[in-house]
């Protein structure tokens, strides 16, 4: 299986501070169709389910305020936030769906 | 509005087997190319996906549980089921389902991402 590992695991940000999290692959998440890669990124807040904010590398799901943003490479994936809300405080985890079985990173703290 | 809402028992003991249910509403599973998965998290940990049903009745499973999980769906009730069997404390986290497409588009491809899940229910395996 695909194997996902995030950095930091935890990252104390101020507010209007950016903050940036890190995501690598075990190996490459660009499919052979589209060229696309299949990576996403999930907010869990305190005592809530996950909830998508980045799919396909660097589209921002619906409603996800344009402070968050997704890029990176093939096996190399970034989650950056412009400048860090109140509300941003959570767990982030990235997660690969180019495969089954759909692996997710350990998560990053931000607090 | 598509919403997810988990049902099940709190606590079961080890050995014996787990049926949670998911039942959900604002779309059908009956249209092509809707999903619908379950995960786990356990307490402290990132979240697990374990097994996902689509409309046209394929099922994947996490090959690490694979001989312990079947998934099934009811969609005249909007239900999807999720058994697991021979339990045991390693199996104590919350269960979410959530839904995911196969739709297609070419500027971001295959929208099978995790939108939304449901509000999970947290399941203890008793020893």
């Known amino acids: 299986e695909i194997v996902m590992t995030q950095t930091p695991r935890s990252l104390p940000v101020s507010p209007g501070e950016p903050a940036s999290v890190s995501c690598t692959s075990s190996q490459s998440l660009r499919d052979s169709d589209g060229g696309h890669i299949y990576v996403d990124w999930y907010l869990q807040r305190p005592g809530e389910s996950p909830q998508v904010l980045i799919y396909?590398?660097?589209h921002r799901a619906s409603g996800v305020p344009d402070r968050f943003s997704g890029g990176g490479s093939v096996t190399e994936f970034t989650l950056k936030i412009s400048r860090v809300a109140a509300e941003d405080v959570g767990l982030y985890y990235c997660?690969?769906?180019?495969?089954?079985?759909?692996?997710f990173g350990q998560g990053t703290k931000l607090e | 509005q598509v919403t997810l809402r988990e049902t099940g028992p709190a606590l079961v003991k080890t050995t014996q087997t787990l049926t949670v249910t998911c039942t959900f509403s604002?779309?059908?599973?009956?249209?092509?190319?809707?999903?619908v998965s379950w995960l786990r998290q356990s307490p402290g940990k990132a979240p697990e996906w374990l097994a996902l049903?689509?409309?046209?009745?394929?099922?994947y499973y996490s090959p690490s549980l694979e001989t312990r999980l079947t998934i099934s769906k009811d969609p005249s009730k909007n239900q999807v089921l999720l058994t697991v069997t021979n339990v045991d404390p390693m199996d104590t986290a919350t269960y979410y389902c959530a839904r995911s497409s196969t739709e297609y588009k070419s500027v971001s491809g295959y929208q099978n991402y995790f939108d939304p899940w449901g509000q999970g229910i947290l399941v203890t395996v008793s020893p």
């Open positions: 997660m690969q769906r180019l495969e089954y079985p759909y692996t």
């Open positions: 396909s590398l660097s």
């Open positions: 049903i689509d409309w046209d009745g394929d099922k």
């Open positions: 604002g779309f059908s599973l009956s249209s092509a190319g809707m999903c």
